[in-house]
């Protein structure tokens, strides 16, 4: 079952609960946004004919034409910085974004497509997360550092939403050969394999993956070094991606992260609820796709670890 976390804000003089008691698990869709109480439910979306198959050999074809070629023979002139040092674009990037948004709008007539890349070029591509029509995910290179630098950790995601809601994800890492591929409702899979997140060990410090200190305002370092605290063992993370990746298979206990672009956590998000885990934000609400959401979140294997993190994060927000 999926969860949503309800944590308390500490410092409300109309809350009296101690917060680590303050936790509320209640059924949810996360992480979509849960609906208006006012509004009527969303109809389901038909994909019956949809062809799953052919939309993970459209990711690994994107990734086989315009990002594996280019992995360790990019030019110099190949590389561009967007807002920064640390933000970088490559032509394997935009390349593999044009070709993912022809084939996968072509496999689902009528669909949007809301790109890392797009998006950059033009906000308003984002207004397609609150419309009607389902709307593929994408970030064509997750990871883009590790791209430019040799790392095979990076990897290509996509998402389908309707709604806000994710639907279905897949999370390709191409140097690794690994594809995981999840659908809401019917669990997570890499490379065939299903997916278990499981619980951390008793007594063992949970290792939990946190925004990286390049990407980071002074503030959000402040309240992110709330987890330098007996028990905890923090990294900055690589491809948020491959982190959800590695909560799914038990390998790490959760993350913390302080930025919201869905085209980062849509895929993986999914990955890890259907892989058992959960997630939450500071304001105890699901996360939402759209944006809009009380920062920093976590993803974590099981709620208790998540309550763990999220305590901590909320003290020092």
Known sequence: MIEALDIRTPGDPTDTTDLTDAVTLTPAAAPAAAPCPATAPAAEPDLSGLDWAAVEAAVRQAAADEITPRFRQLAVEEIVEKNGPHDLVTIADRRAEEHLTAALTALLPGSRVVGEEAVHADPTVLDALHGDALVWIVDPVDGTRQFVHGDPGFATLVALAHRGEVLASWTYAPALGQMAVA?????????????TAGHPAPGA?????????????DDQKRVLAALETPGVAHRPCGSAGLEYLHIALGR?????????NSWDHAAGLLLVHEAGGTSGTVAGRPFRIQGGNALPFTAARDAETARRILGLLAAAN
């Open 183 to 195: 659908r809401r409702g019917a669990g997570a899979w890499l490379n065939g394999e299903r997916l």
């Open 205 to 217: 410090d949970l290792e939990v993956a946190t925004s990286h200190p390049d990407f980071t305002t």
């Open 252 to 260: 790490l206990d959760a993350t913390a992260f302080s930025w919201e």
